[in-house]
């Protein structure tokens, strides 16, 4: 039997792709700051500058929706993880979704790796689990990227 993998793509892909795209739904207006930086005490340099790369380098892993080939959605995880390793960051919450997002990468990295042996091997028993482990790593996903959407619209 033939794995279908275009449904362990979505299944994976669901957990980048989706809450980039349900964004502009889930915030009908721009989030302004209510109050000035002066008064909240922070720098806006540090953390709208992490938050911008922070975004920048999630946004990349997007790419992933344009393909069908598990290979392709691996390399783009991969290169999530390796952007993630070298970002710097000091914004305590910042670095606490470096290190939450850098565990969902490796963990998405190998399921998707095991998926991709059990699609060559036809193994319809071990793709049925494949896609439960993507499916739960994929909320981890979603629940990352709108936290760090959200923390980066306070700045």
Known sequence: MKINSAFLIAIAM???????EMLPQVFASPIHP???LHQTGMEPTNKDSECKAFITITNKAAGAAN???LAVILRYINELKQDLL???VEDSQLKSLQERYLQFSGDMSEQLTQAKRDQAQ???AAFQSASASLT???SRGIDLEQELQQYCGKS
Request: aromatic share 4%; no cysteine; glycine share 10%.
């Open 136 to 138: 739960a790593t994929g």
């Open 67 to 69: 393909t069908m080939d």
């Open 34 to 36: 209510s109050m000035p």
């Open 86 to 88: 070298v970002l710097k």
């Open 14 to 20: 669901a957990s980048i792709v989706n809450p980039l």
């Open 122 to 124: 036809g193994d319809y």
